[in-house]
């Protein structure tokens, strides 16, 4: 059952989800734009944002949530108004008189062209069948359950079988770590994970650590979507008050690595921590800064500098193509590997061109081409 104090009053990590997600749909939505208005010849002009758990759109503090923001963002821009069509779901009669009402208040809502539609419905199997049967538009989809009930491999797929299509969803680490040892819950484990992974798990977890078991549910998961062909899958976690739990991650599926790369850069952002400027995608609210957490004597850029010399060892390659081949599933940004390249060519442990000395000092561009000794 939903915790009807949920939209009570913003939390610190509520704001950093709706921020994120608010975040990429600019982002999403401006590229594909831009690919549409490149290719006249497509049939279509339209891109579509669906929010299938998207609550009374204000909490009972006057807050916004993400689907005004989202609705918000595309007032502002001329272009979104022209094409957006939005789709927001929840089960629950008050809220969805609540959004509607929130909608309908927002100044400027009559500059979209089409108006945004409200479900009623329970989110299940049904939902994910009728959007698997149909061809969809250009979609950024947003699930965000209060547990794990409605949340599937085959929704996600749903979601994603077409053309510009991603996926971000919240995933209730703390419900679905539970779960995984509950036979009561088993059949939604297995919605979630597949049934292999999700019997293996129920098994494998119980001798782990909690950071191992985190760890462990993580990738299965992600090991899961990617077994479905969606390459790119990235988590960014939430912890509790403390800063030692984690209880939600917030996850992006993507088919392109456009769409991971700029991702990767708004989570980067929005974590609240980075160690030699390695971003932790993570959010600790601000008590468990404060506690005083346990510091990691690790170094993740000599590391990283390190896996370089092996991994592209004999190899004559771009910039661009080291951070697009070697940084999915790993922590790193756009700005460790030029900073860990600059420090390995001042060492001689790699030549580029052109030379530091024919480029702005301490820059390292994407065309740069970097040879790595055999």
């Not at 939430?238 to 790369?261: A, E, P």
């Amino acid at each position: 059952m939903a915790d009807s104090s949920f939209f009570d009053e913003t939390t610190e990590q509520s704001l950093v989800k709706a921020t994120i997600v608010e975040k990429y749909f600019d982002s999403w939505a401006g590229i594909i734009i831009g690919a549409q208005k490149s290719r006249p010849d497509r049939d279509e002009n339209r891109i579509g944002y669906v929010d299938l758990f998207a609550g009374p759109g204000r909490y009972k503090d006057g807050a916004i949530s993400t689907p005004l923001r989202v609705i918000e963002k595309a007032i502002a821009k001329p272009e979104y108004a022209a094409r957006l069509v939005t789709i927001f779901n929840d089960k629950d009669d008050e809220n969805v008189r609540s959004l509607e009402s929130a909608i309908n208040s927002l100044p400027g809502v009559g500059k979209l062209k089409y108006k945004p539609v409200i479900w009623h419905e329970e989110v299940g199997d049904n939902i994910a069948q009728d959007f698997a049967r149909i061809n969809t538009i250009p979609l950024l989809a947003f699930v965000d359950p209060w547990g794990y009930k409605g949340l599937t491999l085959n929704l996600v797929s749903a979601f994603l079988k077409n053309w510009g299509c991603d996926c971000i969803f919240f995933f209730n680490y703390s419900r679905i770590n539970a779960g995984l040892s509950n036979p009561r819950v088993h059949e939604h484990m297995c919605a979630l994970f597949g049934d292999e992974r999700a019997d293996r798990l129920s098994i494998e977890l119980d001798p782990l650590s909690p950071p191992e078991r985190a760890s462990r549910i993580i990738n299965e998961l992600s090991m899961a979507l990617k077994h479905y062909g969606y390459p790119y899958v990235l988590p960014f976690g939430f912890k509790n008050d403390s800063g030692r739990r984690t209880t939600h991650h917030l996850i992006l599926v993507t088919k392109h690595f456009k769409g991971y790369d700029v991702m990767k850069g708004i989570m980067a952002t929005a974590s609240s921590e980075a160690e030699q400027g390695v971003p932790s995608f993570s959010f600790v609210p601000a008590n468990g800064l404060r506690q005083g957490l346990l510091f990691d004597l690790n170094q993740p850029l000599e590391d990283l500098q390190q896996h370089l010399l092996v991994d592209f060892a004999g190899q004559r390659v771009s910039m661009r193509q080291i951070y697009e081949r070697h940084s999915v599933d790993r922590p790193f940004i756009a700005r460790n590997y030029k900073e860990a390249l600059c420090t390995l060519e001042a060492a001689g442990k790699i030549t580029a061109d052109p030379p530091a000395a024919r480029r702005r000092k301490g820059t390292f561009a994407d065309s740069v081409l970097v040879t790595f000794r055999k």
